[in-house]
């Protein structure tokens, strides 16, 4: 129960002289609130940036036809994708630009003709409405399905569903509007209409699907997935590997991963330099405490103070007074990142390994710093610092 | 303990403390000092010794090396029976917690600590429970009369009671030895002849004390005087027997 006793005597002290152990503690409040802050600030913008590629849909591999001269994907074709091992859906898209016109009101907006699946594939979420219909691709309906930003634009506040709008001249009944994705990457997700497929084709007066969106059943079948489907396209295609591509969502990810962890790294390691800074001024404020406190050092060895009583006090004091200062700077860091996720609409993620990392690096650092002046008092001859005035 | 005071019979009692042949030098300001030159001591259990001298007689370096605070350069010094010269510093440090009980001239308190806990120090770095420092601690208090004080801190106490904690925080361990430095130097006279009085109290409960002083009337009051003068030791007030005369 020593333990317990020094950490006593070593809070006594500390409250013997408020004003410089709050002083000596700002460095450690500084630097682990700072720690705190930045990392959760670099951690929740990837998860913001994982949440928006997820967006896309889950377990996406996307193939995008770049000349659709020399390789001709008919809709015939990509149905033999989904009957690979591990895929769970596809969905092939025709896409091209259009203009839509509602009365007066008019403007250019990307055209997806697509299937049903494409809901499942993408996550498309409906706010008004219904999505697209296998029976609507199968008689060539002449229905669309708005994007958030075309429906507003289009439309205003009103509701469109069931109102008529003109595409390319042609008039298409509203049977949905999507919800509001936002856009990644610089693609807007809303600026869109989506047509059935084979009304697509007539409207862009081509049969070729561009893009080719693929959902596998789990995460771990991506690679292997991707793979299968590059070696069908090139069986199907030999030659024109430059004319398409094999996208996978995971390695957008993995990309996006990497330069927000390196992010997240230099910010937590800027702070961790404050945090060593602030561990020099423990030791600067030690160095001062354990000349000042010579005399007492001299007593309690003249009464029996081993060299490790008298280091384990000092290294003690250092700390405690790190821990505290430990403590308050994660309340600190916490309070200041709800604040900026409240004011500045910041995403910000805590995890409470990296509160517990701080914490110990402060403690660390607080008796890393704290060994040098201990040991100096450790060593002061008794007789010497019984007769220091 | 009883009979070690009767006259007589304190030859043949026996010696806690045995210096043979103690020097001790030191180099102040690229100047050779021969503070202590073969000094030779014999101080047995239940004794009052004073030690007298002027500033600069080694008076103080003698006092470190009884105290264990320091070592001597050559000579033999048995402290209970056992050789401290070669000890080292933490053993040193073991010996003046078990053996020696000191009291200083500015009593020596830690300011942040209360009464009770100063004398609880101690027993503190002897590793003891937190309950039995304390009873021993509050008992010692009992002994110097200020156990109503025990919560105090130093500075709301006299000089005379500051002095008061000091001896019973020498005497919490129990130590056969207490070792005063000049314990009446910060005091007034009232106060000083009360320290000597607790002094002389717990000489006849068997606890053997050296005072080391330069008031001659605190020295006249122990049972015998050496006197030191340029590192040498001289006994100045005769044999034992005659000790208990002074006065």
Redesign the interface.
Known sequence: MRLLQSIKMAMRSIRGNKLRSFLTMLGIIIGVSSVIVLISIGQGSSKAVAEQINQLGTNLLTVNVMNSDIVKLTVEDTEKFRKLDGVKEIAPVVSGRVSVKNGTTATQVSLIGTTASYQTVREAQVSQGRFLSDIDVEYRQKIAVLGANTAQTLFGMENPVGKYIQVDGISFKVVGVLASKGGSMGQSGDDVILLPLSTAQRITKNTNVQTMYIQAKSAEQLNWIMAEIERTLMRMFPDHQDSYSVFNQQDLMDTMSSVTNTMTMMLGGIAGISLLVGGIGIMNIMLVSVSERTKEIGIRKAIGAKRRDILLQFLIEAAVLSAFGGIIGIGLGLGIGQILSVTLKLSVSYSVSVVLIAFLFSLIVGIVFGVFPASKAAKLDPIQALRYD | MAEATEEGSRQMAKSIIEIQNMTKTYRLGGEVVQALQGISLQIHSGDFLAIVGPSGSGKSTFM?MI?C??RPDAGSYFLDGKEIARLN??EL??I???KIG?I?QNF???P??TALENVE??L????M??KERQQIAQECLKKVGLIERAHHLPSQLSGGQQQRVAIA?ALV?NPPILLADEPTGALDSKTSQEIINIMKGLNEQGHTIIIITHDWEVAKQAKRIVRIQDGRLFESRGDFIEASSVD
Request: hydrophobic share 45%; no cysteine.
């Open positions: 470190n105290g605070l320091d510093d933490n440090a073991a003046r917690n078990e000191f200083f020596f308190l830690l942040r600590l120090l101690p503190l770095y002897r590793g429970k937190i925080r361990g």
